[in-house]
């Protein structure tokens, strides 16, 4: 747990393809929910596609050594953990009819958590001393990866549920967004 993820796909680790093929899949998902997510508003949609590119180069510019790294593979790196932060903020819906996942207050809290883990990981990343810097790395990496499959399948039950609700004949969101004062 103490080497960096990268590390395990370096052209001279035993683990670069098990690694390398889990990068893939992880890019071909963000890719996938760029796409299909469509709860999420386009600038959050096109940031996924951005972070399956991102992920796809970073695991073609591979580490040369366990011990060395280039600077492609860190730019790749540095901007899919990057991304991988501010998305929530840019799937913003103000729309009731939306999860409270993808309103303003889960997206800005989300965004804010994200960005602390991924600052707190880049801040480890640059020290020379660091230690731990491998389990950092697969904490954020899981909570950046889980966070947005909670939030599909969040939304998903919360539009089925609304489906069911002006199916049944209650049109439960035009209540609640319904204007108080007015009568």
Do not use: C
């Amino acid at each position: 747990m103490e080497q960096p993820i990268s590390d395990l796909a370096a052209d001279d680790a035993p683990t670069q393809l098990w690694v390398s093929i889990a990068f893939l899949i992880g890019g071909t998902a963000n890719i996938v929910t760029g796409i299909y997510a469509r709860s999420f508003n386009m600038a959050a949609r096109i940031a996924f596609v951005l972070n399956g590119i991102f992920t796809y180069g970073l695991t073609y510019f591979t580490t040369p050594t366990q011990t060395t790294s280039s600077e492609e593979h860190r730019l790749f790196a540095v901007s899919a953990f990057a991304i991988s932060a501010i998305w929530p903020i840019l799937a913003t819906r103000f729309d009731r009819r939306y999860s409270i996942l993808i309103r303003p207050p889960g997206t800005i809290a989300a965004t804010v958590v994200l960005l602390l883990m991924t600052t707190g990981l880049l801040f480890v990343w640059i020290n020379d001393d660091a230690q731990g810097i491998g389990l950092y790395q697969r904490i954020v990496g899981i909570s950046q990866g889980l966070w947005p499959l909670i939030v599909v399948w969040w939304s998903y039950f919360h539009e089925q549920r609304l489906t069911e609700d002006v199916l049944g004949g209650e049109p439960r969101i035009s209540q609640s967004t319904k204007d108080n004062y007015v009568s």
